[in-house]
């Protein structure tokens, strides 16, 4: 109920505070007392319309506040969607709304202190009040909520939300059901296209992270010829010297018999003698490390056609199931579960037939009290 009205600046109102009672308040006056303002002023904090028009002449705003105190049901109708907006009050059972309107013409809504769209306070005034005037569009006049009135009338609102509850659950089993008594010949055709596609996959052994490694090796077997001519020059230029060129080794271990020889004279080259050695060490691994390369590189003809046959049987299936070796297991793990749940549909039909049956006379019991 609204226990408390403040106006303040409305048409002719300057400052108006109200206490109602409970049951019936009766406001009374003559003509032109502002009696049908203080019920604009209702309609104002529940959401109606409102422009500078209304604001008192000489003030700047005009401002409607209202405290309501609410019973068990108005608190379960608001719960739900004041706290979706974090509305909630200080004060349990307790609403406060406001309304604003300033002479440029804004307005500003708060409910609980919390400042909210216009939208929002009339989905809020329209869990409150009804207001009933010649003109007004009244829930009494709206079809869809009879139904509601009749319910709340007659106290079976707890009731009829229970009875919803077990509706909405037997229209979710009737779905499922539908759905597992489809045709069994496109049951049949569906199973028998998903247990190829499993064995599709299944044959091909995947393994993630496998197209990755056959395109490095495809890439070295297709370029075996030039690797290796690459790896001979290189290993050549660093350990084998010619008619008219050192070698890089032989050239590095003349540097450092010179920078030794150097040492004996000064010791202060101590420094570059010790880098000259221990590069010559890593020339020599390095050369090594170069030589072992060439001899691994091998053209050979039939491994990379098994490579070939490998990422096209790769690509093929990509093709058909996913961009990648990973989406491909995914597609055969989803293919697996619906098999299943196909395996399983009769099992899952004598369940859901039985939860019809419960659901069914649930319903109908709740309907009879």
Not at 61 to 88: N, T
Not at 196 to 224: F, H, M, W
Not at 243 to 265: F, K, N
């Amino acid at each position: 109920m609204l226990a408390e009205l403040t106006i303040r600046d409305l048409a002719i109102i300057d400052e108006l505070h109200l206490r109602f009672g409970e049951g019936l308040n009766v406001l009374t006056g003559e003509t032109g007392a502002g009696k049908s303002i203080i019920v604009d002023s209702v309609s104002l904090l529940l959401g109606g319309r409102g422009d500078a028009t209304l604001i008192r002449a000489g003030a700047g705003r005009a401002s409607v506040e209202g405290i309501f105190r609410l019973d068990a049901e108005a608190q379960a109708d608001l719960e739900p969607l004041l706290e979706a907006d974090g509305l909630e009050g200080d004060e349990p059972g307790t609403l406060v709304l406001s309304r604003e309107i300033r002479k440029e013409g804004r307005n500003i809504c708060r409910v609980n202190g919390r400042a909210v769209a216009l939208k929002s306070l009339q989905s809020v005034g329209e869990c409150l009040v009804d207001i009933h005037g010649q003109t007004e569009h009244l829930s009494l006049m709206r079809v869809r909520e009879h139904g509601d009135l009749l319910d709340r009338y007659g106290g079976l609102w707890p009731l009829r939300q229970e009875v919803a509850g077990l509706v909405a659950e037997l229209r979710a089993v009737r779905r499922e059901l539908g759905s597992l008594r489809r045709d069994e010949r496109e049951l049949g055709r569906r199973t028998d296209l998903l247990q190829y596609q499993v064995t599709e996959i299944d044959a091909a052994r995947l393994e993630p992270g496998e197209e990755q490694e056959l395109g490095k090796e495809r890439s070295r077997l297709a370029n075996a010829e030039q690797l290796r001519a690459l790896a001979e020059e290189a290993f050549g230029a660093l350990y084998e010297s010619g008619e008219d060129q050192a070698s890089a080794v032989d050239l590095l271990q003349s540097t450092a018999r010179a920078l030794a020889g150097l040492l004996r004279l000064d010791p202060s080259t101590s420094a570059l003698a010790e880098t000259a050695e221990q590069v010559s060490y890593q020339l020599e691994d390095l050369a090594e490390q170069v030589r072992e390369y060439r001899d691994k590189v091998e053209f050979n003809p039939r491994r990379l056609n098994q490579v070939e046959e490998r990422l096209s049987l790769i690509h093929n299936l990509q093709r058909k199931y996913g961009d990648s070796i990973d989406d491909v297991l995914a597609f055969a793990t989803r293919a697996r579960q619906e098999l299943e749940t196909i395996e399983h549909s009769e099992e899952r039909i004598a369940e859901l037939v039985v939860e019809e049956e419960r659901l069914l006379h649930e319903n109908g019991r709740q309907g009879s009290e």
